[in-house]
């Protein structure tokens, strides 16, 4: 059975930083795209960050570029998303994916598995 779990969210202060994880199991994601999105409430599903099968392209929202980082470890089957600077409008729940194709550009289309989502808070 396919899994992706998140992990690493929490409640922080703006400004502050947090470190998001997505584990992969079930399957080798080494040669697949992976991307991390976020769902206010209230509000659609939004695409946060992208990374192609091996880390070299990756694609960010215009609102965390310079902010939050997107990388992965294809040997632990991870990906992570460090998130700095965070301020209050980040407060989301926090999904990660993965798709069937080895490059997928910025956008929420072209994701075959989904994890269940991590819930990030930022106070002001």
Do not use: H
């Amino acid at each position: 059975q396919v899994q992706l779990v998140e992990s690493g969210g929490g409640l922080v202060q703006a400004g502050g930083s947090l470190r998001l994880s997505c584990a992969a199991s079930g399957r080798s994601f080494s040669r697949n795209a992976m991307g991390w999105f976020r769902q206010a409430p209230g509000k659609e599903r939004e695409f946060v960050a992208a990374i192609n099968w091996n880390g070299g392209s990756t694609y960010y929202t215009d609102s965390v570029k310079g902010r939050f980082t997107i990388s992965r470890d294809n040997a632990k089957n991870t990906m992570y998303l460090q998130m700095n600077n965070l301020k209050p409008e980040d407060t989301a729940v926090y999904y990660c994916a993965a798709s069937g194709l080895r490059n997928v550009g910025p956008g929420t289309t072209g994701y075959d598995y989904w994890g269940q989502g991590t819930q990030v808070t930022v106070s002001s």
